[in-house]
Structure formats: C-alpha cells, structure tokens
C-alpha cells in the first residue's frame, strides 16, 4: 500500500525537477531547433563524426558566455543591449547592428525551421497512412499555416512562466527522442574518437558546414536573451550558484543532443553514400536501416526541435527591441503583437514558395556567426567594468574563457565569409 502511495508523489517529484530547469531550457530551445538539427544530420551523413570537435567548442564556449551574461545581470540588475547602448562607446550602435544582424538572422531561420517541421508532419503522415498523402506543396503549406497560427496564439496568451513550461515538454521529448534513437543506430567509437581531433573536410561545403555548425550552437540570441529570461525568472543575487549550475547544464545538454544526431546520421547515412540534402531523404535512407519505430522516434525529435525552435524565433526580435529600449518585456504591449505577427508571417514564405528548407535552413546559420564577435566583445568589456561588476568583477579564468571565444568566433566569422563567396 505505502508502495501505490510512494508512486505519485515519486511521479510530482520527477516532474517539479524538470519544471524546475531555469532560463537554460531556453537556451536549449534557441539552439537545438531543426536549423541545428539539420546541420547535424548533414554533417553526420556527409562527414561522419568529423566535426565533433566543432560542436563541443561551441558547447563550451556558450556555456561561458551563457554564465557571463546571466551573471552580469544578477550583479547589475541590467539587461544587455541596454547596458551596451548606456556604457560602451558607441554603444547605440553596436546594439541597433546587434538588434538588426540577429533578428534578419532568426528570421531567415524561422522561414526553414517551419519549411522542415511541415514536411516532417507531411512524412510521419505518408509513413502511417500512405493513402492520404494529397498534393505535397498543398498539405505542407496548410500544416505550416495551422502552426504557425497555433504558435502565435499561444504567444499572445503566455507569460515568461508559460513558455518555459511549453518548452520543457518539446526539450524533453526532442532529448529521449534522439538518445533512444541513437542506441538503435550508432556509429562505430573510433569514429567518434577521431571527430575530437580538428580538421575541416577539404570538400565542396565542408567550410560553409562549420560555420553552420557555430552560428546554431553559439547563437548570439541565445547569450543576449539570457539577461531578460534570468529577470523573468525572478533570480536576484542568491541565486548566483543557481544561474552558473544552470548555464553548465544547460551547455551539456545541447552537446549531448546534439552529438546525438550526428551520431545516428553517422551511424545510418553516412556509410550508406547517401547525404541527406532533402528532408525527404531522411525517410528514403534511415527507414530501411533503422526501421519504422526508429524513424519514427527521430521524426518526432526533429519536430520537437523544429517546435521548440519557432517559440524563442518569434519572441527574439520583441526581446531584443524591449531590451534596448528599456530592459523590460511586455508581452501584452502592441509592439510585442505587431512584431511577432510580421515574424509568423515571415516564416512563411518558404513553405509558399516551396523552396527547399534544408538549404535554406544552413545558409540561416552561417549568417548567424557575423554578430557574433560583437556580441562576446561587448559583454567583456561589461564584465570587466569594475564600476558596474564591483567586487564581482570577471577574474583570469572567466577571461581566458571569453578571449578564446572571441578568438573562435573572428576565425569561423572569417571562415564564413570565405564559405559565401565559393557558394555565391
């Protein structure tokens, strides 16, 4: 009897501790959307685990930054482009460039996140029920526009509180999605041994690919919302242990996740010959080698990805605009509903047009590592302003972690900017 009474209240415990994730379930929903995805599964069908080792710099560098700006907000109780535009020369500058790079960036994001989340409806559909297919560009473009409706709606009724827990129910189902699948289909360990040693595929793509890689892992959106969410959260000062742990797990997390779909598109695509450069190739390849139940497992990850995505995309320009104008977020103000339906309608015009998402969707990240440098630039020279920081100023270790971001972000910046002009 003490047993049956034990279960629920075990079952309220496993959920309050998931629940309980802080500002970092964001981060993971910023960064692990079906751009990352995408990027993960072309490059794991394409080069195997040779770009592991980009993934987990990336991994540790935005668990840096993710502490560093959610700490200079508990110390100041400011948000980031606010304190850039009131105390960095120039500032008002830089944060209007800021505002403009990563909101054209999301943006172009958002058009391939939905553009692949519908055709992954469209294909769990095909899968089940082959006869009910219809005209592909007409079922996709309805499936987008009833997302998209469904996801603006609930942004007009959310509160910060609201949307983490939404978030925490596509994370959660996205992480065991993709781990299951994984020990289904894996890739041999001395491949993913080798993937730790730096190199970059000396093939057609192989540099736009890293860059792909940076601008979804390292996501500028990711490091500056961090400010507006941790307030959000009501976090003051004593819970500087709290944001550090939640930054930390927050940064392993994506690296898991992510190294997780790589893995399953090194495991299954990558030895078959077969890159993946069509969402529907992800059926024509994993299905006859992972099987019906994997594929389906996947698919259903990918949209929770693809879902988890289109939350944080719609809000990051209203953020961005609310953080530099006054560091406050009113999701009931008119500008909040204006700039989020021009963004919901934004996201349509790949499913409109057809195009072809995946592209779309690699193309979106490499542009995201431009605003980078800029934003690690900036939040150095914030956590080292002992005006502001005082006693919690940034000490060696934290600086030798920010330097050596900025240093990576200027090299895959610039190994960006080689990678569009051979694309182009």
């Known amino acids: 009897m003490d ?70 907000a508990l110390v100041t109780g400011e948000t980031a482009l606010f304190a850039f535009k009131k105390h960095l020369k120039y500032g008002k500058l830089i944060a209007i460039l800021i505002i403009v790079g990563i909101s054209l960036g999301q943006w172009n994001s958002l058009m391939g996140i939905l553009g692949i989340s519908s055709n992954i409806i469209y294909e769990i559909i ?17 499936v987008a526009l009833v997302v998209i409706a469904i996801m603006y709606s609930l942004l007009l009724v959310g509160k910060y509180t609201f949307f983490e827990k939404i978030l925490v129910i596509f994370v959660t189902i996205m992480g065991l999605s993709f781990i299951i699948s994984l020990f289904m289909v894996y890739p041999l360990p001395v491949e993913v041994a080798q993937g730790l040693i730096p190199s970059i595929p000396q093939v057609e793509g192989g540099k736009m690919m890293v860059a792909a890689f940076v601008g979804t892992t390292m996501a500028a959106a990711t490091f500056l919302s961090r400010p507006l969410f941790v307030k959000g959260k009501g976090w003051n000062m004593s819970n500087r242990s709290q944001q550090k742990k939640d930054a930390i ?20 695509l990558f030895h078959q010959g077969k890159p993946v450069t069509e969402v ?76 072809n998402p995946i592209q779309m969707q690699i193309l979106s990240q490499v542009f995201n590592v431009f605003v980078l440098p800029l934003v690690i630039l900036g939040i150095i020279l914030l956590v080292n302003n002992k005006g502001l920081m ?22 895959i910046s610039y190994n960006g900017v080689v990678a569009l002009f051979d694309f182009f």
Do not use: H
Not at 41 to 68: K, P
Not at 320 to 341: C, H, M, N, P, R
Not at 390 to 409: E, M, S
């Open 3 to 72: 047993q049956l009474t034990n279960k629920p209240s075990l079952l309220k415990k496993i959920l309050a501790l998931v629940l309980a994730f802080g500002p970092g379930i964001f981060a993971i929903g910023y960064t692990i959307g079906t751009g990352s995805v995408t990027s993960m599964i072309v490059a794991g069908s394409t080069y195997g685990m040779q770009l592991l080792w980009v993934l987990l710099l990336s991994c540790v560098f935005s668990g840096i930054l993710m502490y560093a700006y959610g700490n200079f």
């Open 126 to 142: 095909v899968i089940y029920f082959p006869n009910l297919s219809g005209s592909r560009y007409e079922v996709v473009l309805i």
């Open 249 to 268: 797990i927050a940064a392993i997390l994506v690296f898991v996740i992510s190294a997780s779909v790589m893995a399953v598109a090194c495991g299954a």
């Open 280 to 355: 529907l190739d992800m059926v024509n390849t994993l299905e006859p080698v992972a099987g019906k139940f994997a594929l389906t497992l996947f698919f259903f990850g990918t949209l929770s990805a693809g879902l988890s995505s289109i939350f944080p995309c719609l809000l990051i320009a209203p953020i961005l605009l609310a953080d530099y104008q006054s560091g406050e977020l009113d999701t009931t103000s008119k500008q909040f509903k204006i700039v989020t339906g021009i963004a919901s309608c934004f996201a349509l015009i790949v499913p409109i047009f057809g195009a």
């Open 390 to 411: 005082k006693t919690y100023k940034a000490g060696l270790g934290l600086n030798v972690g920010l330097f050596a971001a900025l240093f990576f972000a200027c090299v």
